[in-house]
């Protein structure tokens, strides 16, 4: 196995923590603080506070969902979007939101808000608080048709997103198997790998900027997993950049890693 | 009902030949378990399960005896003490004593193995990855105390010539295998916990459940055979292959779980509950997630809920009993409560807190296991909810288990929880993966047969049911009402 590992003798953007630059789109709310769980009489919400403002983040569900909540013990980075949805357990519904809990402990965080009759949910969860009634809250229908198989000769680009400061995490998994399934069913020849690292432009102007090795980071550890998990013929080509300069708009899309299975 | 005290049972010696039937029960003290061998009678004379193939005299059934649901119970432990005079091959110096290095006729030099029914475990420091490749580990760890001092032994230690770190756990389950060696649901190429690439069975290449052990260190039943023959047993060069297969379809065919409860009677009439009893264990599938209302965990279903008053006084208890058992299986399945903290549950997507019910981390159908790659950090072994001696001039007793800090490197993901300095009795899976994270993670075990093999936890912390249930109600806050606790008491003695 032939594995070439270099990183880029330019980046694309330096990129520098807590460098004050433009401001964030107006509906665009991008801050990092503690997440506020709040119960109800089923499942409970996640919220957070922001200059004075209450914000929906996401219900409780299970581990299909599309969002996953935070953590309290752990501050949060918010990417969200205001929508126009009705206020869910008092806060203003960001939709879409991208949530990554921060590594590092923050025992402040630690607000559980009690269950109040005003802030109940006015509809019904996706699952309730105990076991499910048969299926995932967000799996697919056993009985909707099955996705359309992408053709198995290559070369095909493969994007996983990660969530601040963070590698491959638990959600990663089945994206891992796809690549691999795909590697396997094209015999695949080589991998190439390319990962960033990111900021993101949060809402006072702050740059919030990743660790600096988190972008090799990330590239090594998607190819040592794939190569623990069989796929040791192809040639490997593992690469690391610094992203673009976030916007405050895209900005989690940018903490990815692009996967090219030849 | 009194606390689960012991009822001492067959004990079946290696080498005995004698025939182990298609069905047998054992009596403990909430009633019988039903030990169900699948392919008939197994004649042991001669079957490298039941035969000792070691240095030390021991065979497999030492230490998983039918009795005692195909593991073994501290109550059968020390009467093997007292019978044998210390001389019975579990108190072997290689892991029945707190160190080989200590006086062998002394109970003191044994005294987690009679006390909480802990055998020494000892594993490689750094960790060793299966192809013999080193794991570099993210944290350093240190002996903060070591009662039995074998992890400050000059032979035997973490700085002896070649580095080991000694932890103390209760031998698994060798029964109901086909739920913790499955191919169903939640077994793929990737396991997210960690996240890793899933261990995968040498003979076939495909992903295995990594359910079996403490610490998932081997994941198929050839490799547990083969550790533990080698470690346990002292089995000197290499396993014979026939041996090996007979074990191996031994270990597929075998299953324990609670047959009759000394007062709710009968667990596997016809039309019982249909989640137990041991022939509903052998009959029903394996690989299935059963945290949800249509596959069940432990299905119970209605038949023992509002049954009559009955005719007799003794009819009348048995009813009440099985109304509390159902009522059990309900504070068990729907009862919720904040669970919180707990790395590899409360990471993988659920939040922190998450309210949920017990089935949420024990969802394997049939067995309360999770469905796969089952460790947590559950708060067993790591401070500060593991059980400890409280520490005051009033209070004789002293630490038993050893005490391990933690050092997490500032590159390396911290457990979550607990941060980057952790102190443990059982860095658990961390001794495998070499990961932060990881410290104090123990895959669950099965709750068949939990009336036959008290203590529980991975390292005995709970010698009762009642403990067991008291550990949950002070890890989580639950605040169970005491109809509650007895109620899922009575329903986990009936598994």
């Not at chain 1, 520098?16 to 919400?45: G, K, M, Q, W, Y």
């Not at chain 1, 102007?205 to 972008?215: A, C, N």
């Not at chain 2, 690439?197 to 055979?225: C, I, W």
């Not at chain 2, 895959?443 to 949950?472: E, W």
Request: aromatic share 8%; charged share 20%; with cysteine.
């Amino acid at each position: 196995m032939n594995i070439r590992m270099r990183r880029p003798a330019v980046a694309v953007v330096a990129l520098l923590a807590t460098v004050s630059t433009s401001a964030a789109p107006e509906l665009h709310r991008n801050f990092v603080t503690c997440p506020i769980v709040r119960d109800t009489s089923t499942v409970p919400c996640w919220l957070a506070e922001y200059k004075g403002e209450l914000y929906f983040l996401t219900l409780q569900t299970d581990v299909s969902a599309p969002v996953n909540p935070p953590q309290l013990g752990h501050q949060v980075l918010v990417e969200g979007v205001v929508s126009n949805e009705p206020r869910i357990c008092g806060g203003i519904v960001l939709k879409p939101v991208a949530l990554s809990v921060l590594p590092e402990l923050d025992n402040s965080c630690s607000t559980v808000l009690p269950a109040e009759d005003r802030y109940n949910l006015t509809f019904e969860p996706p699952r309730p608080p105990g076991p499910s009634k048969g299926r995932l809250a967000f799996a697919a229908d056993p009985a909707a048709p099955r996705p359309v198989v992408a053709a198995e000769a290559g070369p095909r680009t493969f994007a996983i997103q990660f969530d601040f400061d963070t590698s491959i995490l638990f959600r990663h998994a089945g994206q891992l198997q796809q690549i691999q399934e795909f590697a396997l069913k094209s015999k695949a020849t080589r991998i190439e790998i390319t990962a960033y690292r990111a900021a993101s432009l949060l809402s006072d102007d702050t740059l919030f900027t990743e660790r600096e090795d988190i972008g090799k980071r990330r590239a090594e550890h998607v190819a040592s997993l794939l190569k623990d998990a069989g796929l040791t013929g192809p040639t490997y080509d593992v690469r690391w950049q610094d992203a673009p300069r976030p916007d405050g708009v895209n900005d989690a899309r940018l903490r990815r890693a692009e996967v090219t299975v030849r | 009902m009194a606390v689960d005290a012991p009822v001492l049972a067959r004990w079946w010696s290696p080498g005995e030949g004698t025939q182990l039937p298609a069905y047998a029960t054992y009596p403990n003290a909430w009633g019988e378990l039903g030990i169900l061998n699948t392919g008939g009678p197994v004649e042991t004379k001669g079957h490298p399960f039941f035969e000792p193939i070691g240095q030390n005299g021991r065979a497999c059934v030492s230490c998983h005896q039918p009795a005692n649901g195909m593991s073994i119970s501290v109550a059968a432990i020390q009467e093997r003490w007292q019978v044998t005079k210390g001389k019975d091959p579990i108190f072997a110096a290689v892991d029945g004593m707190n160190c080989p290095d200590l006086p062998p006729d002394d109970p003191k030099s044994h005294s987690l193995l009679l006390e909480r029914g802990l055998f020494r475990v000892f594993m490689p420091w750094p960790p060793v990855r299966d192809d013999g490749r080193p794991v570099e580990p993210e944290f350093t760890i240190e002996v903060v105390r070591d009662p039995g001092g074998c992890n400050v032994s000059p032979r035997y230690g973490l700085s002896s010539p070649t580095p080991t770190v000694s932890v103390y756990r209760r031998p698994r389950v060798v029964a109901n295998t086909k739920y913790f060696t499955h191919q169903g649901f939640g077994v793929s190429a990737f396991v997210g916990k960690g996240p890793i690439a899933t261990a995968r069975d040498p003979e076939t290449g495909r992903p295995t459940a990594m359910n079996m052990m403490a610490d998932a260190r081997v994941s198929t039943l050839k490799a547990q055979a083969v550790s533990a023959a080698q470690t346990h047993l002292q089995m000197a060069g290499a396993f014979d292959a026939a041996k090996l297969q007979k074990i191996v379809e031994f270990e597929g065919q075998v299953y324990s779980a609670q047959a009759s409860h000394r007062t709710a009677g009968s667990l596997m009439e016809p039309n019982g509950p249909p989640g137990l009893g041991v022939r509903n264990v052998a009959n029903e599938s394996a690989g299935v997630l059963g945290n949800n209302t249509t596959q069940w965990v432990f299905p119970v279903g209605e038949v023992w809920k509002a049954l009559p008053a009955g005719a007799a006084p003794r009819e009348a208890e048995r009813n009440r009993m099985r109304e509390s058992i159902a009522r059990g299986h309900d504070v068990f399945m729907f009862r919720t409560f904040w669970i919180k903290d707990v790395q590899h549950l409360n990471t993988v997507g659920l939040g922190n807190p998450t309210k949920r019910t017990c089935s949420t981390c024990h969802g394997m159908h049939m067995t309360g296991m999770d469905v796969a790659n089952g460790w947590m950090d559950l708060g067993v072994t790591n401070l500060p909810w593991a059980r400890e001696e409280p520490l005051n001039p009033w209070n004789e007793r002293k630490p038993q288990m050893p005490l391990f800090k933690i050092t997490c490197k500032a590159t390396a993901p911290p457990h979550a929880y607990l941060g980057r300095v952790i102190y443990t009795q059982d860095p658990g899976r961390a001794l495998v993966s070499g990961r932060c994270a990881d410290v104090g993670s123990i895959v669950m075990q099965q709750f068949r047969g939990l009336a036959a093999r008290a203590p529980y936890f991975s390292n005995g912390s709970a010698q009762t049911l009642r403990d067991l249930v008291d550990f949950y109600d002070r890890r989580f806050n639950i605040g169970y009402t005491s109809q509650e606790r007895e109620d899922l008491i009575n329903f986990l003695s009936a598994l």
